[in-house]
């Protein structure tokens, strides 16, 4: 891989690529402490162990603070495509089949080791055995109708393993307890049809919500589960929603994350419970009793924050959607204030957390099918960053994939169908070599207003590191080839922000400079006019 080292310690990450095969199984300011959550499962739970040790380290290089890691209930569970649930004791880790759990031990001891903080988040593909046995027109089998109690179960398994006091097999070949996981989330978008079938069931002559009812189902399920096993106190994220639904309901179709928020907490649009059949279509209590909701659905209101995915695949991070029900980056306030009406509704005072844990831009090259070039990425990846950190709500900030995902080999080469993945890496497939984006989201830069002057805002980040976090702001003048120093710049906090203002005499560029190990990384460069 050749994206930019920072300072690391050469000795521990070699030792452990040395051990990395032995736990495969058969040897096999605004807001100056927002986290920075970079998910990648391929890069993490689908490669070779010792890939993974080097990806793991690669983040480290980057700054990344937090690791979410999908902890994929089919992968672990046994006879996942058998029909009826096996006889075993589903809460216990140590029930499942041998090896089931070594991708998320090794993640869990290397980034302890190498001090990259994890999230897990017990997600699906879920067993044949946990779905509802239906005919599908849409959807996926893996996501139809989880069974909540089965999911809790399941979970009840994964914070056992992970509640610091779990024995295992470590790197290294000696028996260790596991490192403590204290970051969770439950499940993944709720509100898409591929995630949770059926999002609407047809009844007299209409679709009905049904997901809502599922996931609180399931949410109920993996509270209780992380109650019993003393993780209470963790963070807990809810939600984990997509940013925007379909045009039209319909059975396997997604649902706009305001309309979904409203009916998981039994709400009407106007944030009033729902009572009678309006309630009860949608797997809620016709009493329409708040204290009553409250008490049988105690994660909707303990948890931590709302996880949230605020992607536009097709416009810049402040572009402002129409649909009052959606929530892109643009649309955060939405999503808040939602929240607060929701909380409100209960007597419940509101300011509930925000967490953005997924987040990207897609950039065009090679995928000939992205709206977005390699230069927007970049810029869009700096301004996003910008717009949640002038949030103080926000506590986290997503970068999905490391690597752009492997085109479809089984679809035509070139084909639409062919490109149809994710291009939001940071590094090329299958080179691994870095994009422009790489290095923007490394040294974050943003001007608001990038017009010269004697007052000129800018905004920017060294990531944490064990190196200096101190820059320089360097600008360029139209027509000259040098570069001038006109700042030098701290990054304050536990994640090296910073907040400025600086003198730019004319039109020119701008871009940051920042020296660590030995070596100089620039960020992107902001033309002035």
Not at 143 to 149: D, M, P
Not at 439 to 452: G, I, K, Q, T
Not at 520 to 528: A, E, G, K, N
Request: include cysteine.
């Amino acid at each position: 891989m050749t994206a930019l080292p920072r300072s690391r310690n050469l000795l521990a990450v070699l030792a452990i690529l040395v051990a990395a095969a032995l736990l495969a199984p058969g040897g096999a300011l605004a807001n100056s402490s927002q986290e920075t959550i970079l998910q990648d499962d391929t890069a993490l739970i689908y490669s070779s162990p010792t890939q993974v040790a080097t990806n793991l380290q690669t983040l480290k290089n980057m700054g990344i603070d937090r690791v979410r890691v999908s902890v994929v209930w089919s992968l672990v569970a046994p006879n996942p495509k058998a029909a009826k649930k096996p006889a075993f004791d589903a809460t216990n880790p140590a029930a499942y089949p041998a090896g089931a759990w070594y991708r998320w031990d090794f993640i869990d001891y290397v980034a302890h080791q190498i001090g990259i903080n994890v999230y897990f988040q017990p997600t699906a593909p879920a067993p044949t055995w946990a779905t509802k046995p239906v005919v599908h027109n849409q959807g996926y089998r893996w996501s139809s109708q989880i069974n909540g109690a089965l999911y809790g179960q399941f979970f009840q398994a994964v914070a056992t393993r992970y509640d610091g006091s779990y024995p295992s097999t470590d790197p290294a070949g000696q028996t260790a307890a596991l490192p403590r996981v204290s970051y969770w989330g439950i499940y993944n978008e709720p509100n898409i049809g591929g995630w949770l079938t059926p999002q609407y069931n047809k009844g007299r002559g209409h679709f009905v919500q049904a997901a809502p009812a599922t996931y609180r189902s399931m949410l109920d399920g993996a509270y209780s589960a992380l109650v019993k096993t003393g993780h209470g106190h963790d963070t807990i994220l809810i939600g984990e929603t997509a940013a925007y639904g379909a045009a039209h309901p319909d059975y396997g179709s997604s649902t706009d994350p305001l309309i979904f928020m409203r009916t998981l907490y039994c709400l009407s649009s106007r944030y009033r419970p729902l009572t009678g059949q309006a309630a009860t279509t949608v797997g809620c209590s016709k009493s329409g009793s708040r204290a009553a909701f409250v008490r049988a659905h105690p994660g909707l209101f303990q948890a931590s924050g709302w996880a949230h995915h605020p992607y536009d695949f097709m416009h810049a991070p402040d572009f402002k959607r129409s649909d009052p029900n959606s929530a892109s980056l643009s649309g955060i306030g939405r999503l808040e204030r939602s929240l607060d009406q929701t909380f409100r509704a209960f007597h419940k005072p509101g300011g509930l957390p925000i967490y953005i844990t997924e987040w990207g831009v897609q950039s065009r090259g090679p995928n000939p099918f992205i709206k977005f070039s390699q230069a927007q990425q970049a810029e869009y990846l700096n301004e996003g960053e910008y717009m949640a950190f002038r949030d103080p709500r926000v506590k986290s900030f997503a970068q999905f994939l490391l690597v752009d995902d492997a085109p479809n080999a089984q679809d035509p080469i070139g084909s639409k169908a062919y490109w149809s993945t994710f291009d939001s890496g940071l590094l090329f497939y299958p080179s691994q070599t870095p994009k422009p984006g790489y290095y923007a989201f490394e040294l974050p830069l943003w001007l608001p207003n990038p017009r010269h002057g004697t007052h000129v805002a800018v905004w920017a980040q060294i990531r944490p590191s064990t190196a200096a976090r101190v820059g320089t702001l360097q600008f360029q003048a139209h027509g000259s080839s040098t570069w001038t120093t006109v700042a030098q710049v701290t990054g304050a906090g536990p994640e090296g922000y910073v907040s400025t203002h600086v003198a730019l005499p004319s039109a020119g560029s701008l871009r940051l400079a920042w020296t660590a190990g030995g070596q100089t990384l620039y960020s992107r460069i902001v033309p002035i006019t």
